[in-house]
Every structure is written in structure tokens, then in C-alpha cells.
């Protein structure tokens, strides 16, 4: 029974370094940028090489060596990209890799042949792919022109984003206890309740979120390490494909990633960088500063529907609270287009209309909620 197993992994194995074989051959066949159809060339010697393992596994323990024709996923994959271009499935593929990095762990045959790492780097190389299929993509050229504000874009969106969901969350909790009939004190309180426990929600979400995000770069940069101390030469290799992905001439690829493997610590810096997109400085920021940003952000945005019960009660209370924050909401709507590039006016009204929709609905509900419970 355990031959049999073996069998049927050894053969599970040679079938998927095949598929992908002939799928890197569909590739390199479709692709019109020499250097590029190159890569897939480099690629394929790889997968080669591992369906050779297994099929000397197979032979060693006198199992046949099955005959592999691609599926109609490799075929569907080659027939898009020869009528296509690569870049058409280039993102299903990099997904396909990404998980393909994983079939290996725990078979220890093949993690003493390194299969694991190079599966990893082809999944890594094809992200890259992902963006230099086509030459340098709209946003690369952004980037180099200056026209578009990307830097400090995601910073931006997560900021007007926190204010936004403190914002709407607690006015339509306020909202909703108000058309209940609750007096203005406990509306008051219940918002600020809202403010306090949403805030600390979001707070300690975004720490397990950055702190989770920081342990696993590590574990990439340890796994990095490692393996640039094994094989530098594979490291070097894979370097020079990530360049060669990027435009840069074969022979100036191979020359820069030479320079760099050569020094161990600038290795590792540029690895984590242009390989895993991580910053070993930074490690994807400070948790503490996150949770804390977050907190602050959507303190701010929950305060906005809350204050004006400090100053007004009934009535009059509710329309203050529906000015601010339609106010709020008009303001963070604007914001917004700083990186969408939209009209300020037409998506600051379009987020009041939405925020004082769900505003509207909670106070409805609340008001049934409140009748049938005192009726």
C-alpha cells in the first residue's frame, strides 16, 4: 500500500511539472518581447529538470512513466494567450503559481532538491510578469512622469476611510436610538459608547492585521536568507529573471544581479525587495502606530454625529447631528477624490446621499422598534 502511494505521488508530481512545461512553452511561443519569451525559455530548463526527478523516481522502483497530454486548463491557458497575448492570463497564471509554490511542502524528497524554493521564485517571477507582460504599465509610467499622487495613496485611502467608517457607523447608531425615543442623554451616551467600542475595535484589528503582516515577512526574509546562503547561485539566477521580467537587457540583468549576490547583506536587502516586495527596514510599518492611527481616525469620524447632543436635545438634536455629519460626509467624500482624481463636489454629495440613505433606514427602523416595544 505504501508503494502504491508513492506511485501515485511520483506520478501526481511528473504530471504537474509537464502541464506546467508546456504551459511555459504556450508562453514563450505567444510572447513578442524576446527578452521576455527568454524568461519562460529559463523557466522550462527548471521544470525540466524536476520532471526529470520524477521520472526517475518512477523508473528506479520500475513504475511507468505516464505519458502527459495538457489539460484543457494548460490549453485554454495557451489558446488565450496566442489569440490574446501573454498578458491576458498572466494574473490567472501568477495566481496558479502562487499556489502551485505549496504542493511540494512536506514531500522531503523534493524539499532536498529544493523543488519548494523554486517554485517560489517562479511564483514570485510571474507577479512580476504580471506587470512587464505588456512593457511598463499606465501606472509605471504615472510614476515616472509625475502626473499621478501615488506616493502616500494607500495612507491616504485608509485615512479617509477610518474617519468614514467612524463617521457613518455611530451616526446611524444615533440615528436609530433617537427614532426609537430614547432621551438625549442616553442617545449621547450610547453614541459615545459607539465612539469607544468601534474604535477600539478598529484599533485592535488593524495591530493584529499589521503585526500578523510583519511576522510573515519576516518568515519570507528568514526562508530568503536561508536559501541565499545555500544556493546562491540559484538566488543569482532568479535575480537575473526578475530583471530580465523588468525590460533590462539579458546580459545587463545577469551582470547586476552578479554585483549585488556578491555582497551578502545588499543581497538580502535587494531579494526582499525585488523578489517578496518588502522593505526589511520597515517590515510593513509599526502595529502600535496602525492601532493607534486607527483608533484616532475613527474616534474622529464617530465624534462628528455625537458632539452636537452635548449642545442639543429632542428634535433639535437630531437635525444638528444630521447637519455634521452630512458635513462630515460631504467633506470625506471630497477627500476621496484626491486619489480617485474625481469631481470634489459630485462625490462629496454622492457620500452624503448614501451616508443619510443608511441614516434614514436605521432611524426607521428604530422608530418601529421603538412603537412596538411601548405600544
Same mark, same amino acid.
Given at each position: 500500500?505504501?508503494?502504491?502511494?508513492?506511485?501515485? =505521488?511520483?506520478?501526481?508530481?511528473?504530471?504537474?511539472?509537464?502541464?506546467?512545461?508546456?504551459?511555459?512553452?504556450?508562453?514563450?511561443?505567444?510572447?513578442?518581447?524576446?527578452?521576455?519569451?527568454?524568461? #519562460?525559455?529559463?523557466?522550462?530548463?527548471?521544470? @525540466?529538470?524536476?520532471?526529470?526527478?520524477?521520472?526517475?523516481?518512477?523508473?528506479?522502483?520500475?513504475?511507468?512513466?505516464?505519458?502527459?497530454? *495538457?489539460?484543457?486548463?494548460?490549453?485554454?491557458?495557451?489558446?488565450?494567450?496566442?489569440?490574446?497575448?501573454?498578458?491576458?492570463?498572466? *494574473?490567472?497564471?501568477?495566481?496558479?503559481?502562487?499556489?502551485?509554490?505549496?504542493?511540494?511542502?512536506?514531500?522531503?524528497?523534493?524539499?532536498?532538491?529544493?523543488?519548494?524554493?523554486?517554485?517560489?521564485?517562479?511564483?514570485?517571477?510571474?507577479?512580476?510578469?504580471?506587470?512587464?507582460?505588456?512593457?511598463?504599465?499606465?501606472?509605471?509610467?504615472?510614476?515616472?512622469?509625475?502626473?499621478?499622487?501615488?506616493?502616500?495613496?494607500?495612507?491616504?485611502? %485608509?485615512?479617509?476611510?477610518?474617519?468614514?467608517?467612524?463617521?457613518?457607523?455611530?451616526?446611524?447608531?444615533?440615528?436609530?436610538?433617537?427614532?426609537?425615543?430614547?432621551?438625549?442623554?442616553?442617545?449621547?451616551?450610547?453614541?459615545?459608547?459607539?465612539?469607544?467600542?468601534?474604535?477600539?475595535?478598529?484599533?485592535?484589528?488593524?495591530?493584529?492585521?499589521?503585526?500578523?503582516?510583519?511576522?510573515? #515577512?519576516?518568515?519570507?526574509?528568514?526562508?530568503? @536568507?536561508?536559501?541565499? =546562503? @545555500?544556493?546562491?547561485?540559484? +538566488?543569482? @539566477?532568479?535575480?537575473?529573471?526578475? #530583471?530580465?521580467?523588468?525590460?533590462?537587457?539579458?546580459?545587463?540583468?545577469?551582470?547586476?544581479?552578479?554585483?549585488?549576490?556578491?555582497?551578502?547583506?545588499?543581497?538580502?536587502?535587494?531579494?526582499?525587495? +525585488? +523578489?517578496?516586495?518588502?522593505?526589511?527596514?520597515?517590515?510593513?510599518?509599526?502595529?502600535?502606530?496602525?492601532?493607534?492611527?486607527?483608533?484616532?481616525?475613527?474616534?474622529?469620524?464617530?465624534?462628528?454625529?455625537?458632539?452636537? #447632543?452635548?449642545?442639543?436635545?429632542?428634535?433639535?438634536?437630531?437635525?444638528?447631528?444630521?447637519?455634521?455629519?452630512?458635513?462630515?460626509?460631504?467633506?470625506?467624500?471630497?477627500?476621496?477624490?484626491?486619489?480617485?482624481?474625481?469631481?470634489?463636489?459630485?462625490?462629496?454629495?454622492?457620500?452624503?446621499?448614501?451616508?443619510? %440613505?443608511?441614516?434614514?433606514?436605521?432611524?426607521?427602523?428604530?422608530?418601529?422598534?421603538?412603537?412596538?416595544?411601548?405600544?
Amino acid at each position: 500500500m505504501g508503494l502504491s502511494k508513492e506511485i501515485k =505521488r511520483y506520478q501526481r508530481n511528473f504530471k504537474a511539472e509537464q502541464q506546467a512545461i508546456r504551459l511555459y512553452q504556450y508562453l514563450a511561443a505567444a510572447e513578442p518581447h524576446p527578452d521576455l519569451a527568454a524568461v #519562460y525559455q529559463k523557466l522550462i530548463v527548471t521544470e @525540466e529538470k524536476h520532471a526529470g526527478f520524477w521520472a526517475n523516481k518512477l523508473r528506479e522502483i520500475g513504475a511507468r512513466v505516464p505519458a502527459v497530454k *495538457p489539460d484543457w486548463r494548460t490549453r485554454s491557458y495557451g489558446w488565450l494567450a496566442a489569440k490574446m497575448g501573454p498578458a491576458f492570463v498572466m *494574473p490567472s497564471i501568477a495566481s496558479l503559481e502562487k499556489n502551485a509554490a505549496s504542493e511540494y511542502r512536506g514531500q522531503t524528497d523534493a524539499e532536498s532538491a529544493n523543488m519548494p524554493a523554486d517554485e517560489r521564485s517562479h511564483a514570485r517571477i510571474f507577479q512580476m510578469l504580471t506587470k512587464t507582460s505588456q512593457g511598463l504599465s499606465g501606472s509605471d509610467l504615472a510614476h515616472f512622469e509625475g502626473r499621478h499622487p501615488a506616493t502616500g495613496g494607500n495612507e491616504l485611502r %485608509a485615512a479617509v476611510l477610518g474617519a468614514n467608517d467612524g463617521l457613518v457607523s455611530v451616526f446611524s447608531l444615533v440615528m436609530g436610538v433617537a427614532g426609537a425615543g430614547v432621551n438625549s442623554r442616553n442617545i449621547l451616551i450610547t453614541g459615545l459608547s459607539g465612539l469607544l467600542a468601534g474604535a477600539l475595535s478598529m484599533a485592535l484589528g488593524e495591530w493584529l492585521s499589521v503585526q500578523s503582516s510583519r511576522e510573515l #515577512y519576516q518568515h519570507q526574509l528568514e526562508i530568503e @536568507e536561508q536559501e541565499l =546562503r @545555500e544556493t546562491p547561485q540559484e +538566488e543569482q @539566477e532568479e535575480l537575473t529573471l526578475i #530583471y530580465q521580467a523588468k525590460g533590462i537587457d539579458p546580459l545587463a540583468a545577469r551582470n547586476l544581479a552578479e554585483r549585488l549576490i556578491s555582497d551578502r547583506a545588499t543581497a538580502l536587502n535587494t531579494l526582499a525587495r +525585488e +523578489e517578496l516586495g518588502i522593505d526589511p527596514d520597515q517590515l510593513g510599518g509599526s502595529p502600535w502606530v496602525a492601532a493607534v492611527t486607527s483608533f484616532l481616525l475613527f474616534a474622529v469620524g464617530a465624534f462628528i454625529p455625537v458632539f452636537p #447632543y452635548l449642545f442639543f436635545t429632542g428634535v433639535s438634536g437630531i437635525i444638528a447631528s444630521s447637519i455634521c455629519s452630512g458635513i462630515g460626509l460631504f467633506i470625506i467624500g471630497a477627500v476621496i477624490t484626491l486619489i480617485t482624481g474625481k469631481n470634489p463636489i459630485v462625490s462629496g454629495l454622492r457620500q452624503v446621499l448614501f451616508g443619510l %440613505a443608511t441614516a434614514v433606514v436605521t432611524f426607521g427602523i428604530g422608530r418601529l422598534v421603538g412603537v412596538n416595544l411601548g405600544g
